[in-house]
């Protein structure tokens, strides 16, 4: 199964910053919409932000003013910055990409964010 590749988790004191980054295979085609979504242990995947054309951003309220979401002209790659992280932004960040002429859903593999408090 075709998966994106995502890259830049770690762990981090609160406060400070990571930036996660994700690529699309050259197999995937079409891309319309990309975004991060992230699951804590024991609550359900929740969209943090996503780009879509024209470069409209959507974020969850969480990360309004904090996160920024980006994308290379290609829409191939897609970034996140973060900035001042919360211990609460803990989780498993997944990068997603969504298809229009064959409509599709794609996804990484999931990486891993530690903010200590």
């Known amino acids: 199964q075709v998966q994106l590749v995502e890259s830049g988790g770690g762990l981090v004191q609160a406060g400070g910053s990571l930036r996660l980054s994700c690529a699309a295979p050259?197999?995937?085609?079409?891309?319309?919409?990309m975004g991060w979504y992230r699951q804590a242990p024991g609550k359900q995947r929740e969209l943090v932000a996503s780009i879509s054309p024209g470069g409209r951003t959507n974020y969850a309220e969480s990360a309004k003013g904090r996160f920024a979401i980006s994308e290379n002209n290609a829409k191939t790659e897609t970034y996140l910055q973060m900035n001042g992280l919360k211990p609460e932004d803990t989780a498993v960040y997944y990068c997603?990409?969504?298809?229009?002429?064959?409509?599709?859903?794609?996804w990484g593999q999931g990486t891993q964010v530690t903010v200590s408090s």
């Open positions: 997603n990409a969504e298809t229009v002429f064959v409509p599709r859903s794609y």
């Open positions: 050259r197999s995937i085609i079409s891309i319309a919409v």
